[in-house]
């Protein structure tokens, strides 16, 4: 569910049946989607959760026809993300319909940080984020924009009794190039709240131009990554300026 900065989406699981079943067998009402995720970094709203280092990624989901959804969706992270912890596992559902054209999404987002320790007492890694956006299409530009919320938390706590909320806005928009197997985006956010998972910093934006390649149920991706932090604003791992510009390759497998 988290959004992979190179634009790379799975697609649906075709079931492949003979003629026979095929014309005794309805069609189902449910939709099973996955895929799995190369990545040279992965960055979460312009900072890198995995010290600009090679990340795993996966995705599950199922939705209905009627427009409800749910799924996971996990990446391989750096210590410095969680207290200690190696991997995000975001569990979501909503609520996504097109009218006349515009699509709207609404859900609930969880992010769950399994075998994380506690940086101070009582503090919990795991957070909630309710989300919506709109987004249309108009031949072949697609165009989205969208928000994430998270209520004040615990683990978005900035300091020992300082709970603050963060909101996230972006805008984001891609061109498929037509009669090939191209598609190139473009991304921009702007972050609003002081939370240890953006460093303390309360106000950046962050944004991203990338391309992709389609070949069968492969996507080969690449993009380049940046935000307005200033150096040393956001440090990870060894002195590793985890926001600062940079060039991400991936390569994606769709089921």
Not at 57 to 76: E, K
Not at 171 to 185: L, R
Request: charged share 15%; proline share 4%; net charge negative.
């Amino acid at each position: 569910m988290r959004t992979i900065l190179l634009g790379l989406a799975a697609t649906a699981l075709t079931a492949i049946a003979g003629p026979a079943l095929a014309q005794d067998a309805p069609a189902s009402d449910f939709t099973i989607t996955g895929g799995a995720t190369l990545t040279s970094d992965y960055r979460f709203r312009g900072i890198s959760q995995s010290n600009k280092r090679f990340a795993v990624q996966g995705t599950l989901g199922v939705s209905h026809s009627s427009g409800f959804y749910v799924g996971t969706w996990g990446s391989s992270i750096d210590d410095y993300v969680a207290a200690g912890g190696d991997a995000e596992v975001d569990l979501y559902g909503g609520y996504k319909k097109t009218f006349n054209g515009t699509t709207v999404d609404v859900g609930l987002l969880y992010y769950y940080y399994p075998g994380s320790s506690e940086i101070i007492p009582g503090y919990n890694s795991d957070f909630f984020e309710p989300y919506a956006s709109l987004s249309h299409t108009f031949g072949p530009v697609s165009a989205k924009v969208g928000a994430a919320y998270a209520p004040k938390q615990h683990a978005i706590a900035f300091g020992r009794n300082n709970r603050e909320d963060n909101l996230y806005l972006y805008g984001e928009g891609s061109v498929a190039v037509p009669n090939t197997p191209f598609t190139v985006s473009a991304h921009v956010g702007h972050n609003n709240g002081r939370s240890l998972l953006t460093f303390g910093l309360k106000d950046y934006w962050d944004w991203n131009v990338g391309a992709a390649y389609v070949w069968k149920n492969l996507t080969f991706g690449v993009s380049y990554v940046d935000t307005d932090m200033k150096d040393r604003e956001a440090v990870g791992l060894n002195g590793r300026h985890i926001a600062k510009a940079g060039v991400l390759g991936s390569v994606a497998v769709s089921f």
